[in-house]
């Protein structure tokens, strides 16, 4: 298919500059409906992205991160890739792109990739949530969730991650400025699952595994969510 592989490498280069309204539609029309994926959500420390790793790496799914993409972007602009420096991009970007900015470089790197089904990390607006099931053959979103912030912090701490906050306060304060700026209550309320990280590291990867055990056990999630090769 000449044209398709033509239509999607007009986005290959990866600039937000380019995000022009022509590409936008070409990429709706190339892609849609051609990928499975599942994502996660949750706020910070939450262990959405072990939980998503896990189920890359243990079921061959190839996987993006919402917030390597806000990495690269501040790297092709020669910015310290702060949280705080990574907000402003992001609020910048999304006034500049729209709010489905993420959802559509979510779906551009799947197709440059030939992917046919993905997992993804983070992801942050309803609008990018929107967005995916809109193209997507399938979308499966996972709630992971921890009922005290105070362990969500500690994680943070132990990864030690320039970019996470020091302190408790700060922790937060950040926390509170993530779920205002992303709207994050509303995308967790669109989740399809709930995964409680209150647990081990080990207790975690069983809520993964059970829940990919309950996606596969549904006909229609058999038919449309499909493990690698």
């Known amino acids: 298919?000449?044209?398709?592989?033509?239509?999607?490498?007009?986005?290959?280069?990866?600039?937000?500059?380019?995000h022009t309204i022509f590409a936008i539609l070409v990429w709706e029309l190339v892609m849609k409906k051609r990928i499975d994926a599942i994502a996660t959500v949750g706020?910070?420390?939450?262990?959405?992205?072990?939980?998503?790793?896990?189920?890359?790496?243990?079921?061959?799914?190839?996987?993006?991160?919402?917030?390597?993409?806000?990495?690269?972007m501040a790297r092709c602009e020669g910015i310290d890739?702060?949280?705080?420096?990574?907000?402003?991009?992001?609020?910048?970007?999304?006034?500049?792109?729209g709010q489905q900015f993420f959802s559509k470089e979510v779906l551009r790197r799947a197709a440059n990739s030939g992917?046919?089904?993905l997992a993804v990390a983070g992801l942050r607006y309803p609008e990018d949530v929107a967005m995916l099931r809109r193209l997507c053959r399938r979308l499966v979103v996972v709630f992971v969730r921890t009922s005290k912030p105070e362990v969500r912090f500690e994680r943070l701490r132990r990864r030690k991650e320039p970019r996470d906050p020091r302190t408790?306060?700060?922790?937060?304060?950040?926390?509170?400025?993530?779920?205002?700026?992303?709207?994050?209550?509303?995308?967790?309320?669109?989740?399809?699952?709930?995964?409680?990280?209150?647990?081990?590291?080990?207790?975690?990867?069983?809520?993964?595994?059970?829940?990919?055990?309950?996606?596969?056990?549904?006909?229609?999630?058999?038919?449309n969510m499909r493990v690698r090769n």
């Open 81 to 97: 890739p702060t949280r705080d420096n990574l907000h402003m991009l992001t609020e910048r970007t999304i006034k500049r792109c």
């Open 115 to 117: 992917w046919k089904s």
């Open 168 to 223: 408790f306060q700060e922790f937060v304060a950040q926390d509170g400025k993530e779920i205002r700026m992303f709207n994050l209550e509303k995308t967790f309320e669109m989740s399809d699952f709930v995964i409680e990280n209150d647990g081990t590291l080990k207790e975690l990867y069983q809520e993964a595994d059970a829940l990919i055990g309950e996606v596969f056990q549904n006909p229609g999630a058999t038919k």
């Open 43 to 72: 706020p910070i420390g939450s262990g959405k992205d072990t939980v998503i790793e896990y189920i890359s790496k243990k079921y061959r799914i190839p996987m993006i991160s919402i917030g390597d993409i806000a990495v690269d």
């Open 1 to 18: 298919m000449p044209i398709f592989r033509f239509l999607v490498n007009v986005g290959k280069s990866f600039n937000p500059k380019r």
